[in-house]
T-cell receptor
Framework: DARVTQTPRDKVTEMGQEVTMRCQPI?????VFWYRQTMMQGLELLAY????????DSGMPKDRFSAEMPDATLATLKIQPSEPRDSAVYFC????????????FGDGTRLSIL | AQSVTQLDSQVPVFEEAPVELRCNYS??????LFWYVQYPNQGLQLLLK??????LVKGINGFEAEFNKSQTSFHLRKPSVHISDTAEYFC??????????????FGKGTMLLVSP
């Protein structure tokens, strides 16, 4: 059964450190999404890619967050420098790129910034 | 842009009782609708989807949802819940993102708490 794979599952680090989260989308999916989930805000769309090109990253704080897709099998989300308010669960999802097909989610990276 | 309202943040229910989780969306144009479930420490999994055709959609784990265009609703139901159904449930609607490509707009989620 094809799955979206995210690493690491958990990350604890100190404020100011760089954090890199990785995502391997399902083979053949051409659309990748990054979400952040918190108790207060729920699920927020941070950025998404189609055929590795960034389409929209308006949900992301630009000064410290960056998202890239170096190749079709890897998407990354970086935070530099990290802050305590970035503590959340970050999900990656991939999809085949058509309106009527669902997104498939990874199990997330639980990030804690001390 | 679309919006999705899940009126209940938490729904407590006893095992084997029926349950309905409510979802309303904002647009009256044709949309695609989805319900996802999130178990603790896991990502979201698709429960069911409405694309077109029959307004009653059946999903996994005995769940079903009914699309009501006039009320812009897509409520999720199960006639008899199990302890294992305890999870957070998210309603989502397809939307046009800023890029013009399709994204999903999610509701805030409803926590279903099933007790013995």
């Amino acid at each position: 059964d094809a799955r979206v794979t995210q690493t690491p599952r958990d990350k604890v680090t100190e404020m100011g450190q760089e954090v890199t989260m990785r995502c391997q989308p399902i083979l053949g999916h051409n659309t990748v999404f990054w979400y952040r989930q918190t108790m207060m805000q729920g699920l927020e769309l941070l950025a998404y890619f189609r055929n590795r090109a960034p389409l929209d990253d308006s949900g992301m704080p630009k000064d410290r967050f960056s998202a890239e897709m170096p190749d079709a099998t890897l998407a990354t989300l970086k935070i530099q420098p990290s802050e305590p308010r970035d503590s959340a669960v970050y999900f990656c999802a991939s999809g085949p790129g058509t309106d009527n097909q669902p997104q498939h989610f990874g199990d997330g990276t639980r990030l804690s910034i001390l | 842009a679309q919006s999705v309202t899940q009126l209940d943040s938490q729904v407590p229910v006893f095992e084997e009782a029926p349950v309905e989780l409510r979802c309303n969306y904002s647009s009256s144009v044709s949309v695609y609708l989805f319900w996802y479930v999130q178990y603790p420490n896991q990502g979201l999994q698709l429960l069911l989807k409405y694309l077109s055709g029959s307004t009653l959609v059946k999903g996994i784990n005995g769940f079903e949802a009914e699309f009501n265009k006039s009320q812009t609703s897509f409520h999720l139901r199960k006639p008899s819940v199990h302890i294992s159904d305890t999870a957070e449930y998210f309603c989502a609607v397809s939307d046009q993102g800023n890029s013009g490509y399709s994204t999903l707009t999610f509701g805030k989620g409803t926590m279903l708490l099933v007790s013995p």
